[in-house]
């Protein structure tokens, strides 16, 4: 449930909520919005019955929200979120571009990537230091040498880095260097990281699983948010499908779907769902086509020497076009569709 | 096996080929492109030896096809298919938007939505006389009398009609009264349907199939094209997986991965994918990013009274904005990719 | 709607009730069950006030029908449908085990085959003499000489034979050589073929479509059914799924649920849903287990030189063991759950 | 790569090639076999040859092992691992029960039902004591409690009890408990997590992802059993789908698959696959018919108020007639299979 409270509502008055609430044995949560707080009611254990609360001063209506989700819902703050970083702003009315390798292989390697693509029109720069591998006996990734790297990289060529974490035990390593710390598709429902996500000061990027709904997804979303951190970036990056022209089967309805159900950001990752070079640039303009906050993509300068998904990464110069297209894309489609 | 006649090559030449073949108890399909002569080589019970062939005068190479496909291949006809329905040109350079309603309903109906979409850019009407339903009990379509006003559209709006054939007992009729013949989803592998389209001398409009491959569909429109109908263009319309917050998920990759494989047109229906109006303008920007030859969208003046899928059919101002989007995307995404 | 009529209601009630469907411009169907009739009413172009009927003489409820389906409902008729094929029942307390190539190829092939899966236990023998194949280059089948060759099966070895029929055109012809009638996954939704197979004097075997729900599935019975012909027999055959190990993924749910939705027998095809041998007895086991109302399987004496699906047809001693198996599981698992 | 050794080889000679080996900087994972040690070579970064081996003294051969898994393949080790719980044994000739809750619930809960199984024919007792949970605001588990409650039904009751470890973190606590320790469908890729298993003392039952192919879930089993731990049991529990008459899709086509690419011993979760009650006895007596080694099933004995999954769980004496009719049904099926 929801408290919405007026806008005129006072500090006491939003305690005394708060304290009924609490009495109740449920957790309350505020949410500041631009012109009104909102207060939601978590972990109860059943229905409350709103009829507790539309009786209070400075209450305006309290909302049974019948959607499983809560604080990622537009019924709970309608207000887009926009997520910082830096000086860069990912959310509504910006078009986000982050690049950089799969894995950080070298100093080298990472500051000649992060060089050509912060030319091209990126703004943030991604490369994993823990990979998540099917196999045990693939490259794992340098671990903390290589998120020192990426710190170096931020520090040299001045983009903020966003980079994996995956799982508690590493938490407090990679938070200490990375900007955005990024959730993979494999630990979309490893709830365990995501409440200790959810105590992060650092922004999250969520992955969608490779077979999860878009309310499963949200859920996930909602652990981070309910332990209080309200920093989260969606990132579609593909389903399994029957189809297999493709890795993974980029779903386009996702964005407006979830535009409109969450106020949090959506960005699309086009190189993990195509899983092939030559279908990155036309699913990088389909998805910003389809308003979509920004895009996540693999470049390399050498990709056939790469440690790790070297077929789907782009060159240097079609990273170059991707920006020119996808900004006049953007130029066209980005903002809110008025129907 | 497709034999490769040289540039200057003469008819004597490639008759003598021709016979070569079909004394081998095959079929010799000869295909014209811009500047040399390629000859198919159809029918054939096993692999065919390519020493044959090279050996004789005109010839260039030949080539064992190892693709299933033949005809459909850019192996076979590397320039790109332009199908040519009255002055509307249909491929790549070009951008063709079909709009209508799901089915048609009354004369003032169509005559009503075909001015609107007209109006907005649409170049072809859309339009269901025979309708393919999962319930027996459903509206079944105005059979030949929605066919008679398909033709009053032709002649008063002056916009050429798409409408569906279903079997292949009204072929000849719906034949007679439409300017392009759209096989649906359902029948993508009617063969018996597929066959008598390929004897059409009308442009066929081929759906791809709920839960087809890439392969598949090509091979469908091989039916068609081994028959000698080398109009074909196809049409992505999303697939069916477990993704339920769309009727069925778009495969943007499908896009990409046709126009590598074969020289024929490509458009999408974002409405059949989408299934909800909500969705129908993200994914059309998506599919003219991704290098769609063009769209067909089902628009309607009084969606909520369509006796056929009016929940998703557009608003005729919904559709002036998406003539707009996608026209303006067009420009910055048409035509082949450089990578 | 469905009018259940009294037990013991006369013919002239039952008469009168059918005359007040049809002023209503509705189609009366009547249902005769094992005590009672009832009458459909199809055709309605929207609800039907259940008041109207009653109050009449003979009527003991007028049951709204929420669900798409009617005459293949439960609702509409309880008791299970046995479809009878010369000496053999197909439907609930029986294992019915059809066999035989995927394609006839000869009459010495079929003949040989027959007398195998006969010995071994086998009721009905099938083959194909219409091939649907995603290749036009591939072998399409013997044609009205297959039809004569499963005549000659009949004849000399005693078993009824099925054979899938394709399109309209050739509907008489098949329905005059074959006992049983089969209507391939590709065309579960040719809506033209489905009705002129509810016009026919033979049972039809209704292949589920690859990406059919079960609602699609049983709609397509009723468009057969709504024609007046009640004996159909569906057949589950895998649909299809990411998964690549099998050819489709045996949906083993179907069972249990087609046999609470409807009164239609239920028999899997374990061979096209597993697409190689070395699956065919677990899967067939399986279904049985499930209960299944019968198997069809693919059996060859000669799999490696079958002109079709020869990697999934099984040696005749395979097809032996497959039956001693599937017998014994039908005697713990056969009828209905008692829960 | 696999070093075969001889079977008469002497320690020193095996002793001289795990030195070659790891002088390679790969690792050296001796394998015991009935008759004869294989010798993996593992963590190596690319080809090695195979000619460095064959002519040490007392190899054997060399196998160059092609799929990417190699401690859970049979080309590795062929005979089928057999797990010991206790007095219990999971895997080839062994059909083995094991029954509980979805959540231990209270101690009362959990030592009535575990009673009713015993009885019936369970061989171990499953109860969840950290549930991973989609929603934040649902029932989490009783954590530690609800391990002790387990440790109390093996006394009480005597049967050995499997329950879910999420995390890292917990490990220690629920390995002191546990005695088989399942990982669950969301956490099948979580790396951190399967390595940490590989260190444990117990058996882990690691299921299968909603979205896995065979061979990611092989990788995933191959990440426990690099650590050390070969005591992996696999639990197939339906895959995602578009079908939705069942939360799941039962793969059923994955228990000849696996038990032909692998030795450890695979089990089946009707309960997770089918999501509702009616489904379960079918795709139990399925899943047996197919050769599953065992069932995991959900029992409760007041389903209606169950905390978790009520819906799924079977009435005791639902599962009374599963344990007679799957005992029955491996009389007949069970083993493997002659072809």
């Known amino acids: 449930m929801l408290v919405v409270m007026d806008k005129s509502a006072t500090t006491e008055q939003i305690d005394y909520v708060i304290k009924v609430i609490e009495d109740l044995g449920c957790t309350a949560r505020p949410i500041p919005g631009g012109d009104r707080v909102s207060i939601g009611v978590l972990n109860n254990k059943g229905p409350v019955d709103t009829a507790l609360f539309t009786g209070l001063a400075g209450v305006k209506e309290a909302v049974p929200i019948t959607k499983p989700y809560k604080l990622v819902s537009r019924e709970t703050k309608n207000e887009d979120t926009l997520v910082k970083v830096g000086d860069v702003t990912i959310g509504n009315?910006?078009?986000?571009?982050?690049?950089?390798p799969c894995a950080i292989e070298s100093e080298e390697q990472a500051l000649t990537i992060a060089r050509h693509v912060k030319k091209s029109g990126a703004q943030?720069?991604?490369?994993?230091?823990?990979?998540?591998?099917t196999s045990p006996y693939s490259f794992q990734g340098l671990g903390e040498d290589g998120l020192k790297i990426l710190a170096k990289v931020r520090e040299t060529v001045g983009l903020p880095v966003v980079t994996e974490v995956m799982d508690v035990q590493t938490f407090d390593m990679v938070e200490h260097y990375a900007d955005v710390m990024q959730?993979?598709?494999?630990?979309?429902?490893?709830?365990?990281?995501?409440?200790?996500?959810?105590?992060?000061?650092?922004?999250?990027?969520l992955?969608?699983?490779?077979?999860?709904?878009?309310?499963?997804?949200?859920?996930?979303?909602?652990?981070i948010m309910a332990q209080g951190n309200h920093q989260v970036i969606l990132c579609e990056r593909g389903v399994r499908t029957?189809?297999?022209?493709s890795r993974n089967t980029l779903d386009l309805s996702a964005i407006p779907m979830v535009r409109k159900e969450?106020?949090?950001?959506?960005?699309?990752?086009?190189?993990?769902?195509?899983?092939?070079?030559?279908?990155?640039?036309?699913l990088s303009r389909g998805a910003v086509a389809a308003n979509a906050h920004g895009l996540m993509v693999e470049v390399?300068?050498?990709?056939?020497?790469a440690l790790s998904d070297g077929a789907q990464s782009l060159y240097?110069?079609?990273?170059?076009?991707?920006?020119?297209?996808?900004?006049?894309i953007f130029n066209v489609a980005g903002g809110p569709d008025p129907f």
């Open 207 to 223: 992955k969608r699983g490779m077979a999860a709904t878009i309310e499963e997804w949200l859920m996930a979303a909602e652990y």
């Open 262 to 282: 969450s106020h949090l950001p959506i960005i699309v990752d086009p190189s993990h769902a195509a899983g092939r070079r030559d279908q990155v640039l036309p």
């Open 124 to 133: 943030l720069f991604r490369g994993g230091a823990f990979k998540p591998r």
């Open 242 to 245: 029957f189809v297999h022209h």
């Open 316 to 328: 240097p110069d079609q990273f170059d076009l991707l920006c020119q297209q996808v900004q006049a």
């Open 93 to 100: 009315g910006f078009l986000t571009l982050i690049a950089g």
């Open 300 to 305: 390399h300068h050498q990709p056939d020497k």
């Open 183 to 205: 959730i993979g598709t494999r630990n979309m429902q490893n709830f365990s990281l995501l409440k200790r996500a959810g105590e992060s000061y650092r922004p999250i990027l």
